[in-house]
């Protein structure tokens, strides 16, 4: 479905990416682990086109879309939920979540969707027309999650959704990342949570400083000292 | 306290009057986060393109609307593709004298043009006094007050009603998140300075009767647009709203009291108070705090 | 912005520039005097007066990067009290001095709360500012004439600085440019001028450095004003006739500032090269079409403008100093490659000492967030203390209270001073003078200078004249692996390049306490083990190190002592290959389940 091909990634002169090659079937979760600025973030960036890369190709069924402006990738099907929520502090929940079915090939059905996100999270239901910088962290992320599926993606990809949360909170993102990937949407995942990461997941890949190191299955990363490494360097 | 009463219903319309140029130029800095030097020559383009049209096709000025309003959005949407947005990541002083010398060469084209005379529009009949009792305002006046209120309702409703509203308002607030949503930033931007121009098109159809077009007619109001701007909380639409009636009222006040020579160091003494003790503004968010260090 | 500059020639064929110079000089004096008329004298007199206020108006708003749109209020105070003075039989060659002083004071009285502001904000206030004096000087008629302005009184001769002949006054604007080119040049030679620019670029960082900012951008302001009064007195007289309207005048002020941002913002002689460029134009323009094209000179400088900054937003230098740098030679370092990596002779290393530096119960609310939480920590001489956390942990704001960037709710930061005993600084300027240095984890570096000029600012703090602390500098720079990019702009350098810059800035403040935030992060493969070595070489030197790092590798074997911060707490303290094996740290990085998952 996704595929990367040496791709090489950076801001101004900084090559944050070097050379990443990384692949995403339909309906699989996959996962990028790996410690602080091994440029995992870049990566979800440089897909959904905030960043372009300066070399290789990135390929979503089989057109190549490196290089693409963001607003044109988002038609693909390709949402990104970004790291720390980026809800719009100013806008309701509702208009939140609006805008996440902005382009125009998403705004018919908008309101069946709407009730979808809603009975997915309840808690957000009842806060529709409060302003989203009023809610807290979790339901903050909540509404985040929510408005990467109004888009109705095909791939969503997640940045660091378990960041600045409470544990029981991240246990039921974790939740909600699950009960997303079983409806057939295709995820992808940076985290620094490694192990309950690798646990939803399907395959990962291990970067450091801007390379893929290792890539399995998510159960031999979970049991292997690599990984271990590449976080505490023991 | 007839005096009184006659200076407030003055600086109400003054108040109006700086509400009505001051909405665009908030409108664009809230989105765009850039200062328009040029602001009051947009005002005063489009004073003079009514004067053309009252007096070469000889119409009610307030029918230039349907030209001038177009012709200003045409005009600010080309400012932001052609000049601010190829300098989106240069320096602050390099955007800064890109509007200004926009400004310096506009005011010198219409010198050119028309020369330093004042340009007089037709009044229409919109110089005729209404009032009660011995409190009286112009007719001009009153149509630019009631205006102005329709203008800044009518911008809210377009900001949170709207598609494209919405995409403003998310672009303001977070411009990464507006990008994965699929909002052509770019394009929000362009159309954000349109609007902010074309509101300055409706206040110069309203303000050309009442007022003379000169040149420099836009620096006189392009200050005190800032005024309003900076008082009024940067990007609040409401917030510039109550600061334009405001100084509007200092303006009125000031100039009764203090003479009318002295009534600008009133004006600018309180902007100069708020920009260094409160540069919120006295409505703004703190969030709007970006042009100061802590 | 860029610094190079036709004065600072360092290479072989580095005569071209100053030679340019001298004949440019000489051509605005020799070339009126020669062909001797009216129009052209006036032409050259102008030129000067403009040259000289845009070079004094660019040490704010070029090297002080405030970007100030009233500085015709300056002009017209000096304009005034010149004119005043010379109306109470007061020679003006008193009255200028008179002026400048006086314009020094009102400049930094009302600079100094404005100086909050950035940009457009700032211009707009020093705008507002220029309107009040304006309003001002047409209200109060009796001492300034209002607006029917002022006249000089009919007296001639270099007592009144008037005069039938045009040469004397073509001479005292010609020495007054060069007063004030000499000023300017003179300014950004000093220690004080790489202050100014070091502040423009990085307030941060220059605070860092020990830099009174505040103090810097003030004396930046008064220099200015008082040269910008000075002209405005002798240009009074040469007119003979002031009023508000002109002297007070936005549209003065704009043009200004214009010479400058198109000659080259920031740079010595742009201000000079910009005037001499437009000043002919225009005012050929207005000579030839007279009357009929009123508003022509104004429509070519605006657009002039816009098209400048569209297409050349570096202004005129950059485009002459690449021809005069063309025939620039290679430095002789380049000649003998990469220079040697850091040797380190293993035996020097002394024993860690006593306490240098103490943090006690640190306490720090963001809004609601409770970012640090009784955080207490020392350093030992010579130490190397670790602080390891996940993102978001609150490291980098624990280092921020211990360089007094931020204020602790509560708790207490104490340093050793030189003397032996413990100091509580409270700003960044006070922990410098107790050598303590710092790295930013996002890199700082005062992109339009030199790598050479950025290590001085570093530099200046032990070594206040500028040739030692360029000696200085250079030895570091060599140290640091840095020799071969001395004369290049630091925005050019790679990022691992950047990285060794942060430190050889601070190394050269020579601390004793050194505070490094995550300067191995970024970095290549190849060149940590290089930046380990670094680490251990200063250590060696006797200084003593916190550094916060998310590589474990340089964690590990850097580290004397490590803390781990998670949430805002120390959460465990300890000896680095003990600390990481704890159960609570595991957690931290890895998650909650990873204990039993390391388990399978």
Redesign the interface.
Known sequence: MLQLNSVSAGYGAINVLEDVDLSVEAGEVVTIVGGNGAGKTTTLRTISGLVTPSRGEIRFEGKNIAGMASHDIVDFGITMIPEARQLFPDMTVRENLQMGAYRSGAQAGLKQRLDEVVAMFPRIGERLDQRAESLSGGEQQMVAIGRGMMARPRLLMFDEPSLGLAPIIVSQVFEVIGQIARTGTTVLIVEQNVYQTLKAADRGYVLENGRVTMADTAESLLGNDHVRRAYLGI | METVLQITANGLMLGGLYAMISVGLTLIFGITRVINFAHGEFLMVGMYIVYLITTQLGVHPYASLLLVVPALFVMGALTQKLVIERLRNSDEHVQIFATVGLSIALINLALLIFGADIANTPSSGLRHSVGVGTVGVLTGQLVIFFSSIVLVVGLHLLLTRTRPGRAIRATAQNRAAARLMGINVSRVYVLTFGLGAACVGVAATLVAPLYPASPTIGTYFVLIAFVVVVMGGLGSITGAFIAALVIGLVDAFAGYYLGSDLKEVAVFGIFLLVLIFRPSGLFGARRNLSHVSP | ?STRTLSLPRNRDGWRAPAALAGVLAALFVLPVVIDDAFVYHIFITICIFAGLSTAWNIV?GYA?Q?S?GHAAFYGIGAYVGMMLVNAGVTPWLGMFAGGGVAAVVAVAISY?????????F???S???L??FR??A??FSDVTGGATGMMVPLETGWMWMIFQDRLPSLIIAFGLMLLTLLVAWGLRQHRWGFYLVATRER?SAARSAGIGTVKMRLLAVAISAALTAMLGTFHAMYLTFIEPGSVFS??FS?QI??FA?IGG?GTVFGPLVGTILLVPVTELARGWLGAE???????V??????I???FM?DGLMSVLSRFFGAGKTARDEDAAGTPPAPTRTQAQRAPIGDVVLQAEHLDKHFGGLHVTNDVSLTLRKGEVLGVIG???AGKTTVFNMLSGFLKPDSGRVSIRGADGHFHSPASPGDFARLQLGRTFQIVQPFAAMTVEENIMVGAFHRHPAVADARRSAREIAHRMGLARYLDDEAR?L??GGLKRLEIARVMAMEPRVLLLD?VM??I??ADLQEAIELVRTIRDSGVSIIAIE????A??SLSDRVIVINSGEVIAEGAP?DV??QEA??EA??????ID??A?
């Open positions: 912005m708003g990067g970007l749109l709360p404005c100086f909050r502001l950035h940009g457009p904000f211009a707009l206030a705008i507002a500012f309107e009040v309003v001002l047409l209200h307030e936005l549209t704009i500032a214009m941002l913002i094209a009123v508003g022509l000179h104004g429509f400088y605006g657009s002039v403008l816009v400048a900054v569209l937003p996940p993102n978001g050019g790679p990022i995550e992060a970024g290549n493969r998310h590589v474990m590798q964690i590990m290959e990481v094996r740290v595991i990085y890895l998650g909650k389940e990873s998952a390391a399978q």
